[in-house]
Each structure stands twice: as C-alpha cells, then as structure tokens.
C-alpha cells in the first residue's frame, strides 16, 4: 500500500496545488492514496473520493498545543529571520509553519500499521507516468526512510519516504514527534528539514537511511541533481504560479493523460 500525504490551505490550495494534486491523481498508479491536511475548509469535489482525502490538520491536539506554546517565540515565528538578515533567512526559524508540514505526517503515519508513506509538498507538479517499480526506487522494500541529501547542506525535504513495514521507520517518526513536543530551543534552525537532517545525523548506522540524491553535481535543487525531475518537478520559490504554467507548457500533462488511456490504467 502506497500512500502520499501533503498540507496546504486555501490560498494554495486556489494558487497553485489544485494543479499540482490533480496531476498527481493522472499520474500514480490509481489505487495510491493521496491525503491532503488543511487547516481550513477546502472543496476537494472535484477529485475521486476515497482514493483523495482531506483531513483537518488542527484537529492534531499536539499541533494546536505546539503552536500555542511558541507562536510569540522568535525561534518558532521567523522574527529572528527578520531581525538578523532583512527576512531573506527568516524561513529558518519559522518552526511553526513548517510544523503545519510535520504534524501532517505523524498524524497520517498513526492511521497505518504497515505500507509505503511518502511526503511530497504541494508545489510539486508531477508530468509523467509512474509506476510500481518507479516508487520502489524512490523507497526500496529494505530501507526505512528515503530523503533528498545535499552536500554540505542540511536534507531537502520535499520528497520523504516512510517505509512503515520496518520497525524502525516508525520509531523514528515517534522521535521526530519527540523532538517538537519537547521543544526545539536545543537546535540552532527550527524548519523541518533541518530537524529532521539533525535527528538523523544522530544515527551511527545510516543504513537504514536511503539518499535519494548520493551523487550530486553542485548543491543546487535535489529534484534537478537526484534525476527526480524525469517524473515531477518542485515549482518552489515565491513565483510559483509562473513556475507552474511554465512546466505545464513543457511537459505537456494531456499527454501523460492520454498515455494512461492507452495503458489502460
């Protein structure tokens, strides 16, 4: 069992990732789940129901306890950011909003005993088929977790992989929860990514860990670097929409439509 899970609200959703869901119901193969955690009321009509969900984010007691203990806090709240470096850098400790991104898949992870959980953002727009076997390289059956390294960078974490068929996938979401609900005052940055890079350089044995991009050219984007890019693009940065028509020009979506017709899947 496959499962993709994202977090968004109503301004993105309008934006832009109503595009980019609908491109990932086209594309996965049809019994993928796909659940989508909002902290406001969307209208999801247009997409078949069960196979794409939305869940009330806030409905997440730890969540809703997390955001109340630290909104006022500069190290949760991006004021830092703001203060040092003119809010180029203030994403860095913006824990809170990243928690929106986190809680999503702690809780999504607590409604399955087993199967493949991915993370995928919602500015992410997929442009091709993909398969079983494509999904299986993204997260192999004898790894825990899969992620998006940089060199001499903390992780990217667009793209994430839970392998909950392993004991130790789930014991790491339960100390990746840990680490919000004790709080984050111990780490230099408090986005998600680089809680996660710091959780799992904690770990003498990587093994378990599967580097989606081991072989990069340059520290520029993963998806680009890990080859990713040959199935879904990350429209990341503040001109998404702009980003979004122009990958949609590119890749042509109709026809990865009428390539499925033609499958028959």
Known sequence: MYTFVTSLNKAYWNSTS????NSWVECLPEDVNIVIYSEEDIDIGIFPEPRVSLKPLYDSKPLVEFIAKHKDDPHYNG???RKLEGNKKAFKWQGIKFAHK???IFEEAKYHDNGKLFWLDADVLMHDIIDYAWLDKLLPDDKAISYLGRPSEYDECGLMGYNLNTQFAKDFL???ENEYLNGLEH???TH???????LRLGFEDQTPFHNLNPAPKD??????NSGINSHMVHTKGKSKERLQQKFLKRFALAKAREQRELNGT
């Open 79 to 81: 004021q830092i950011g």
């Open 187 to 189: 780490l230099r940055e």
């Open 102 to 104: 986190t809680f999503a």
């Open 192 to 198: 998600d990514s680089w809680v996660f890079f710091q």
């Open 219 to 224: 520290g520029k984007s993963p998806f680009n």
């Open 174 to 176: 339960t100390k990746f």
């Open 18 to 21: 109503k595009i980019n869901i």
